[in-house]
């Protein structure tokens, strides 16, 4: 299996809480949709061999949402702090989730914000992801760029040139990340450049 992102090792362990955490994103709004099904495949690539037991695991956390956080802990236990791209990566894969069947839901926002909580991300990476997903969705340059609002035009320039570097498509397939993740990369690529250029031009005026 390969997520948004290479994961530390291809334990069983890692295999299934990525497919449980996609199964209860997928019902936390009350109904799992073949929109949203069909999103985690292609942001969550399964080997051909183990589609079966992927298939079970995820028929079975699909019931509910009960213990995703347990499952949200175990990927950031084998990840840890040093991998903060990668649990952003997965992050990002599960908002794609929650928006395939076209709508936005409290749960799914209360869900998708603990995840980011136990991942270690900030709110204002949460944010950053949120507005770039959801229609209408407060969206803050700052945040976008993970700097405070009170930040020299110097060290926002410097976090913009660290996130392009760090979002580059071309990183992101060196990784190994399947294509719909690829451009899920590209998406935040070009909004972290409106950021920087929505800030500069403020600071300018």
């Not at 942001?43 to 061999?49: G, K, L, P, V």
């Not at 589609?51 to 009960?66: S, Y």
């Not at 909580?117 to 993970?146: E, K």
């Amino acid at each position: 299996m390969r997520g948004p992102a290479t994961a530390p090792d291809h334990s069983v362990g890692f295999t299934i809480a990525v497919i449980a955490l996609g199964a209860k994103i997928a019902k936390a709004d009350g109904q799992v949709t073949r929109a949203e099904v069909a999103a985690f495949r292609r942001i969550f690539t399964i080997d051909e061999a183990e589609e079966q037991n992927a298939a079970r695991v995820f028929n079975l956390a699909r019931q509910d949402v009960a213990g995703f956080d347990a499952y949200a802990r175990k990927i950031a236990a084998m990840f840890g702090a040093g991998n903060r791209d990668t649990l952003r990566d997965l992050l990002e894969g599960l908002f794609h989730i929650a928006l395939a069947d076209g709508a936005w839901h409290p749960q799914e926002e209360e869900f998708l914000h603990e995840v980011a909580r136990i991942f270690g991300l900030d709110d204002r990476c949460f944010n950053a992801i949120r507005a770039r997903f959801v229609d209408g969705a407060p969206r803050d340059p700052f945040d976008v760029l993970g700097v405070p609002r009170d930040a020299p035009l110097d060290a926002v320039r410097a976090a913009w040139k660290t996130l392009v570097r760090e979002s580059h498509p071309d990183r992101m397939i060196a990784r190994g990340v399947p294509p719909e993740a690829v451009k899920l990369a590209e998406r935040r690529m070009a909004d972290i450049n409106a950021a920087w250029e929505d800030i500069s031009a403020r600071r300018a005026a």
